[in-house]
C-alpha cells in the first residue's frame, strides 16, 4: 500500500515537473528570441523533490517560484502545486473570480476551471472529478496536478530513496507558446495620423513625477471646483499600482481629493472601511484626500450614446460632488478585459461595486453571475459607462495613462505577474479612445518582441474590440496625432 501510495506522488509530482519544464523552455523563448527553445533540439530534462523550493532543469537550479519559497506539497495523499507561476510562466493565463473562489487556467486552446474546496472541475465545459479540491495556502492558490496534466505526454521517474521526480520532455513534445498575431486579425498600423483634425496625444518617454506635471501641463487643462484624480488603489499584497512618490506632485498641484470606487469580487478593497485602510497603507492618504466613491451606495446615471449595451450606468454616490476629473490610469494587462488604460479608468474604476457587476454582466445582472456573461458585451459596456460619466460631468475630464510595469495582469491582481516588457512611457490626451489606441499601438510596435505577452492577452479576451465600440458611439477617434514633449 504503502508503495502505491508513494508512487501516486510520485506521478502526480512527476507532472509538476513537466509543467516547470515547460515554464523554462519558454523563458527561453522570450529571453533569446532569434534561437529554438531547447526541447525543440534536445530532451529537457527536470527533477524536483517534495517541500523543495528549489528544481533543476538540465542540471541548472532554480526556484519554482523566485523570491517566495513556495514549494509543491502533499495534502490527503495528493500534491498540489502553486498553478499561477506555472502556467503563467509558460504563455498561458490565470483568472481569478473571488466571489466564487473560482480559477480558470487558460492555455492555447484550452481552458481548464477548478473551483477552491470543490471536486469538480471543467475541460472545455466538460465536468471531471479530482481526486484532490483546490486550496489556498500561505495566500497562494494550489491546485491538483493530475487533472491538469493528464493532457500532456510525459515521461516520469520516481526515486523513493529522496523522494526525487525526474520528468524527460521529449524534443518537440513542449507546448507551444502560440504566436501573438496567429489567427487573429493584425492590428491596423493607421491609427497614428498626421491630420490636423485628428485628436493629439502628448507623449514623454520619461516616468518621474515632474515629467507628469508637465505632460499634464502640456493639456491646458483649466479644472474647475473640486478636482478628482482617479486612480487604482492596488489591490493588496503585491500589486502595480502607481506609486504614491510618481504621483504626489502633479495631485497637490490641482488640490484634487484621490478618489475610487469598492470592488465587486471580494478581497480588502471590497468593503469601505478596508479600502480605507488599503489607501492608507499604499501611502495615498499621505499625499492628498482619499474618498472611496461608492461609501453611500450608487447613483445611477443615464448612457445617452446611440448603439449602446447598457443604457444606465451605476456609478459612486459621491461622483456628485466633483467638477473636474483628471483620469490618471496605470496601462497595462487584464484578465477579463485584455487590457485596462482610460476607458476602463472611467469605467468600471468610477462604478460602485453593483456599477461594476452592471458592466460586467454587460447589463444583465447588478450581483449574479456577473462574471459569466457574454465578452463582447461587457467590453461594449466599458466604452458605454464611460460616455454616461463624460456626459455626466459636461466633458471636464482629462486622460492619463502611465505605461510603466507592464504586466498582463492589472492592479486588481494582488499576485501579478513579472512584466515582460520595458517601461514605455506616460500619454496624456482629452480623447480617451485615441490616448488607448495610441498606448496599444506601442504595445503592438513589439509584438514580435518584449510586448508578445501582453498583446497575446489583449487578443485572448478580443480587447481590441472595447475601441471598436467606444468610436462607433462616439466615444472619441481611434486615428490620433502622437506630439513628443521631449526635448
Excluded at 485602510?277 to 451606495?297: F, L, W
Excluded at 456577473?370 to 466633458?395: C, H, N, P, W
Excluded at 520595458?422 to 490626451?429: E, Q, T
Aim: hydrophobic fraction near 40%; charged fraction near 20%.
Amino acid at each position: 500500500m504503502q508503495k502505491t501510495l508513494n508512487f501516486k506522488k510520485g506521478v502526480a509530482f512527476v507532472i509538476v515537473i513537466a509543467m516547470i519544464c515547460i515554464a523554462f523552455a519558454a523563458f527561453a523563448v522570450l529571453d533569446n528570441k532569434n534561437d529554438s527553445s531547447p526541447a525543440a533540439d534536445a530532451n529537457t530534462v527536470i527533477t524536483l523533490r517534495l517541500n523543495d523550493p528549489n528544481m533543476t532543469v538540465n542540471g541548472q537550479t532554480s526556484e519554482i517560484d523566485p523570491g517566495r519559497g513556495t514549494t509543491p506539497v502533499i495534502v490527503n495523499d495528493r500534491t498540489l502545486v502553486p498553478i499561477r507561476a506555472i502556467i503563467e510562466a509558460v504563455g498561458g493565463t490565470v483568472d481569478w473570480e473571488q466571489n466564487t473562489q473560482t480559477t480558470t487556467l487558460s492555455y492555447n486552446s484550452d481552458a481548464i476551471r477548478l473551483t477552491i474546496d470543490s471536486t469538480t472541475a471543467y475541460l472545455n465545459d466538460e465536468a471531471s472529478e479530482l481526486d484532490a479540491a483546490p486550496a489556498i495556502i500561505n495566500d497562494r492558490t494550489m491546485l491538483p496536478i493530475r487533472f491538469i496534466a493528464e493532457s500532456f505526454k510525459f515521461t516520469v521517474g520516481w526515486d523513493e530513496a529522496t523522494q526525487t521526480v525526474t520528468v524527460t520532455v521529449p524534443a518537440g513534445e513542449a507546448i507551444r507558446i502560440p504566436e501573438a498575431s496567429e489567427d487573429v486579425p493584425e492590428q491596423e498600423s493607421i491609427n497614428k495620423t498626421d491630420d490636423a483634425d485628428a485628436p493629439v496625444v502628448y507623449m514623454t518617454t520619461k516616468i518621474t513625477p515632474e515629467a507628469l506635471v508637465a505632460i499634464y501641463e502640456k493639456l491646458n487643462f483649466t479644472p474647475e471646483g473640486n478636482v478628482a484624480v482617479k486612480i487604482s488603489t492596488g489591490e493588496p499584497p503585491d500589486s502595480n499600482y502607481l506609486r504614491p512618490e510618481l504621483i504626489k506632485n502633479l495631485v497637490q498641484s490641482v488640490d484634487g481629493t484621490i478618489v475610487e470606487c469598492n470592488t465587486a469580487y471580494g478581497g480588502r478593497r471590497a468593503e469601505t472601511a478596508l479600502h480605507k485602510k488599503v489607501a492608507e497603507e499604499h501611502g495615498y492618504t499621505e499625499i492628498a484626500g482619499v474618498d472611496i466613491m461608492d461609501e453611500e451606495g450608487s447613483l445611477e446615471i443615464p448612457v445617452n450614446a446611440e448603439n449602446a449595451t447598457i443604457h444606465e450606468n451605476y456609478v459612486g454616490a459621491h461622483l456628485e460632488n466633483y467638477d473636474s476629473f483628471i483620469c490618471l490610469a496605470h496601462f497595462k494587462g487584464h484578465a477579463m478585459a485584455g487590457y485596462g488604460g482610460a476607458i476602463k479608468n472611467m469605467s468600471i474604476g468610477i462604478a460602485s461595486s453593483e456599477g461594476k457587476g452592471w458592466i460586467h454582466s454587460g447589463g444583465k445582472s447588478k450581483t449574479d453571475n456577473i462574471f459569466s456573461g457574454d465578452q463582447d458585451k461587457f467590453l461594449e459596456a466599458m466604452g458605454d459607462a464611460t460616455s454616461a460619466v463624460i456626459d455626466f460631468l459636461d466633458g471636464n475630464i482629462v486622460y492619463i495613462n502611465v505605461m510603466n510595469r507592464l504586466s498582463v495582469d492589472c492592479d486588481c491582481s494582488g499576485h501579478p505577474s513579472e512584466p515582460d516588457m520595458h517601461d514605455i512611457g506616460i500619454l496624456a490626451s482629452y480623447d480617451p479612445v485615441a490616448l488607448d489606441q495610441a498606448c496599444l499601438d506601442l504595445i503592438y510596435a513589439q509584438k514580435d518582441g518584449d510586448g508578445a505577452s501582453l498583446v497575446n492577452r489583449i487578443e485572448s479576451r478580443n480587447g481590441l474590440h472595447t475601441l471598436e465600440h467606444a468610436a462607433e458611439i462616439g466615444l472619441g477617434n481611434r486615428e490620433y496625432n502622437l506630439v513628443s514633449i521631449d526635448s
